[in-house]
């Protein structure tokens, strides 16, 4: 017999002398055992029934009673009888002898149908099993790295193989969330809570499968990769295990990491910007030294706790040292012991203006003005190394207790270990599709790969702009090669710049439309609504969005948060 019929007619069986529960409780009996064997049948045909599960069975269908209740005593029926529905308190407990009629009712429809159908598995057979189609040969995409290039790359190659079930994504990332940079310098500035610019990749990634890990080797030849499996037992990071990961493409999207320039005590001694956990313990540091110097009585020992120095004047030095300035000189009120005179925020950078990215009298409006907070610069000065308590210069020493490296990044040292191509500073070389030549298969983009416009063939920056875009145009390139179509050149405009250097003011730089070798410059506030609006757009998800927005609205309103949120140690 037909299974479906064959659960039709045990439903129907079931649903009819079930419905004898309801006859004495419920109006209309007639209508009522009609009614229960419909529900009965549609029971039976719904779920797949599981031998001998009369304990299961029984509680998930008398919990069916009770929206029955609701639906037909509470409702319909009056409907029926041309009323309005019977929903308020008291009506509703005058049906109360129906809700038990249909609790009973569901109690028994359960317990009835499943003892029907093992009968008719005793004496006709089980069901067959549903037939599952056969698996396809899947192609899979591993993706290295959780940045925007990589996460970008992921949501991307979602989008475009939709519900394609030939192809299996695989990103993996030593962090579950994509960190939105842009905005690091805030949390170091206790502007934002350091959760609100983090985004969960698990969350985001609706067909790909995350795996939390460090990327430990990459076999070209045999196109595998190893992944550490890492854990953290007492705040120490302990390795749990290794996978084995085959591919058919693979995606470098590795990212950056601090290059101190072979300076090992820089190294060792200052603060890198890169990750979340940096900025945190920036501002804890921060608040630590005004801590320390609000009960130290001699003033010269004070000086070096509340001099704060940034190696480096790009975008993310700039953008540091005027958020430590306003956090440092808003918390001042709170250390009655301590001087606005006493705490010097030095930006030093071995060129001879700060933001090169920028025009140089976008650059030099942003000195003066971050100048006019109190920021010190020493320009034309190269950190050459550091002691405790001491940040050495070429052209001097400063005695400082804080010292921050944001002058130099370098691509992932893994990629050192791969037999292709790399450029000076250590990134992979790619084609103008983005794809590393004489490696099938082998993709690379963002700050870990070296990558020319396929129009200009002018060098792109490694910034998040351009990796959003190198994403796009990767993850379609590598679905053409899958369909065994043309590959598309990588040509991406850049739209500008923008820059905060210190409260409610910013630099902006921005390309013309349709004139993209003309730019308009501007500065001030407009520029910093500028950037909040556009960044704020750009971060993903709503949530993020409402929470940062909320953030910086009870920033206008209450001082900055100077509670420590971890242990410095």
Known sequence: MNRYLQRGLIGLIAGTLASVALVTTVDHPWIVVLIGAAVGASYALTIRPTPHAYADTLMAAGALGVPLWGLLSVIAFPLFSGRMPEWTAEEMRTHFPALVGWVLYGTCLGVVAQGLSDLADRILGPEPAALIPPEPNKTHIVILGGGFAGMKTAENLEALFAADRSIAMTLVSETNALLFTPMLAEVAGSSLEPSHISSPLRTSLHRTQFIRGRVTQVDLEGRRVFVSLEGRRAGEATSTGARELNYDHLVLALGSVSNYLGMTNVQKLAFNFKSLLDAIRIRNHVIEMFERADREPDAAMRQPMLTFVIAGGGFAGVELAGALNDFARGILADYPNLRAEELRIILV?????????????????????????????????????????????????????????????????????????????????????????????????????????????????????????????????????????????????????????????????????????????????????????????????????????????????????????????
């Open 349 to 569: 950078h071995a060129r001879e203006r700060i933001l090169p990215e920028l025009s140089e009298s976008l650059a030099e409006y942003a000195r003066k003005s971050m100048a006019a907070r109190g920021v010190v610069f020493k320009l034309n000065a190269r950190l050459s190394d550091a002691r405790p308590g001491v940040v050495v210069l070429n052209d001097g020493e400063i005695p400082a207790e804080t010292l921050v490296w944001t002058a130099g990044t370098s691509p992932h040292p893994l990629l050192r270990s791969l037999a292709v191509g790399h450029d000076k500073r250590g990134g992979v070389v790619v084609d103008s599709t983005l794809a590393v030549p004489g490696h099938p298969g082998l993709w690379a983009l963002g700050d870990c790969a070296a990558i020319a416009d396929g129009k200009t063939g002018q060098p792109c920056p490694p910034t998040a702009q351009f990796a959003l875009r190198e994403a796009y145009a990767l993850a379609r390139n590598v679905k053409a090669q899958i369909a065994g179509r043309p590959l598309q050149p990588f040509h991406f405009n850049t739209l500008g710049a923008l820059c905060v250097v210190g409260h409610q003011t910013a630099c902006a730089e921005l390309t013309v439309p349709f004139a993209r070798k003309k730019s308009m410059r501007f500065s001030g506030l407009l520029a910093w609504l500028m950037w909040r609006g556009i960044y704020l757009s750009k971060l993903p998800g709503l949530e993020r969005k409402v929470r940062v927005f909320v953030d910086w609205t009870i920033e206008l309103f209450f001082p900055r948060d100077i509670v420590q949120t971890i242990d410095l140690n």
